[in-house]
């Protein structure tokens, strides 16, 4: 299948745009045959959790509003997409959701608690909590295409984010009940029952997949998959029990053509996998440095992040610094889109981030 004729990518808003070309592995200020902007020769940037707390238009127009309704209401949702946009001059908007939304979405029972996360009724431990998981209607997911389709409508030639959480990272949740700092339940699961692991394990891809697909569909001009939880794993394990389901749900988008970004926390010694599972992207977390990232890839995978998202509170020298820092790790690899190693951290100044944007672009 190909991407409608309205797509973004398509009619030519996105395609030159700094983010898609360094996604793509162009340098900026590489001669192309390709239309050449002075936007372009700049280090292209945006933040994971770039929509959210850190906003104070965020907090004021989520006042009394949940978070999986916020995610569901396509007016709201898009809003809140564009804000970051907007006050930061980033070079991608990355659409405000959440990993567990598709689950929702499946019939599964979760909530978002404040101070918690994500918290599940039911866990999903025996091969017949797995049996009862229904698969994802498609009709189920109109408000995500809304939204969405809202938010390219506005974004003119800045790229939208479309993403999605790694099949690990949901059946973790799903497994252990809500968030875990070891995953013990489910990595016990993975090798105690093989079979009911790999039965979840698809589904959890196919659901995902689908609310990625929706997304790119509906004019997202990448996808970026996000494995919170792979960090817990051993590269043995990720090989044998993570990375085909990880590979299956990214089969949902690759024939769609747009470029995929595989980021995971702790992930330093599954790079070159997470790569292999068919991304195009590989996002490196702040535990390691670009430049030993790039080596373990070989040197032939483009490269996002990797500021340390503590640093966002120090002075800005140090700040400053360590944005330069990684500036110039990055350089080695193909090519580089700046991040953060994580997302941002609900107490971060705005200005900061702004500020970042600014330096990245040869403003400072």
Request: proline residues 8%; charged residues 20%.
């Amino acid at each position: 299948m190909t991407l409608p004729a309205t797509h973004p990518l398509v009619d030519g808003r996105t395609v030159y745009s700094p983010l898609v070309r360094a996604f793509r592995g162009e340098r900026p200020g590489v001669t192309s045959d390709e239309p050449h902007t002075s936007a372009h020769a700049r280090t292209p940037v945006w933040f994971m959790r770039q929509a959210g707390r850190s906003l104070p238009e965020y907090r004021e127009l989520r006042r009394g509003v949940t978070m999986l309704a916020s995610c569901l209401d396509p007016e709201l949702g898009s809003e809140i997409t564009l804000q970051p946009v907007r006050r930061h001059g980033v070079d991608a908007g990355i659409f405000f959701s959440d990993i567990v939304v598709p689950l929702l979405l499946a019939g599964v029972d979760v909530d978002i608690v404040p101070g918690t996360g994500p918290v599940f009724a039911e866990p999903v431990r025996t091969a017949q909590d797995v049996a009862r998981l229904a698969p994802l209607d498609p009709a189920a997911l109109a408000p995500v295409v809304e939204g969405v389709e809202r938010t390219v409508a506005q974004l003119g030639g800045t790229p939208l984010i479309g993403f999605a959480g790694a099949p690990f990272t949901l059946a973790s949740y799903l497994v252990e009940g809500g968030p875990s700092k070891d995953q013990l339940r489910a990595r016990t699961l993975m090798h105690s029952e093989p079979e009911t692991w790999r039965a979840l394990m698809d589904w959890a891809a196919d659901v995902t997949g689908a609310f990625l697909r929706a997304q790119v569909l509906a004019g997202a001009s990448a996808a970026q998959l996000f494995d919170s939880w792979a960090g817990s794993l051993s590269l043995a394990d990720y090989e044998a029990h993570v990375a085909p389901a990880s590979s299956r749900a990214l089969s949902h988008v690759v024939d769609l053509g747009v470029p995929i970004v595989h980021f995971g926390t702790g992930t330093g010694e599954l790079l070159r996998a997470m790569r292999d599972v068919g991304a195009d992207v590989v996002g490196v977390d702040h535990r390691i440095g670009l430049d030993e990232a790039n080596r373990r890839l070989g040197g032939t995978t483009v490269l996002q992040g990797n500021i340390d998202p503590a640093l966002l509170g120090a002075p800005w020298p140090v700040l400053e610094a360590h944005v330069r820092d990684v500036l110039a790790r990055g350089a080695q690899a193909p090519a580089h889109v700046l991040n953060l190693g994580h997302g941002v951290p609900p107490t971060t100044d705005p200005d900061v981030l702004t500020r970042i944007v600014r330096l990245a672009h040869g403003e400072e």
